[in-house]
């Protein structure tokens, strides 16, 4: 069964860290490009990054530039998003998704059918 599955979320104080991972099984990631997207409440999901397969290039929504860095571990089959300085306007469900053909830019803007479960992230005081 192909799957990734979302991990690493949490409860954090503004101000502070968390890495997310997205993990996958079933195939392997080195061929895909992998985004990172969110939704918060009552808002729609956006893409928050997204990285290359082949130069590891990667786009950033303006909201979450120099906060926010992903990265992909092709040997662990596994791709990050480490978030900085958090806000509580980051707080949001966090989701990963896979893609074989659109490039980065394309991929965080596109609208995907399919979503796993996701990791909560709350950055709350």
């Known amino acids: 069964q192909l799957q990734l599955v979302e991990s690493g979320g949490g409860l954090v104080q503004p101000g502070g860290s968390l890495r997310l991972s997205c993990a996958a099984s079933?195939?392997?990631?080195?061929?895909?490009?992998i985004g990172w997207f969110r939704q918060a409440p009552g808002k729609e999901r956006e893409g928050v990054s997204c990285i290359s397969s082949s130069d590891g290039s990667a786009y950033y929504a303006d909201s979450v530039k120099g906060r926010f860095t992903i990265s992909r571990d092709n040997a662990k089959n596994t791709v990050y998003l480490q978030m900085n300085s958090l806000k509580p306007e980051d707080t949001a469900v966090y989701y990963c998704?896979?893609?074989?053909?659109?490039?980065?830019?394309?991929?965080?803007?596109?609208?995907?059918?399919?979503w796993g479960q996701g990791t909560q992230v709350t950055v709350s005081s």
């Open positions: 079933g195939f392997t990631l080195d061929y895909y490009a």
């Open positions: 998704v896979a893609d074989p053909l659109r490039t980065v830019q394309a991929m965080c803007a596109h609208t995907y059918d399919y």
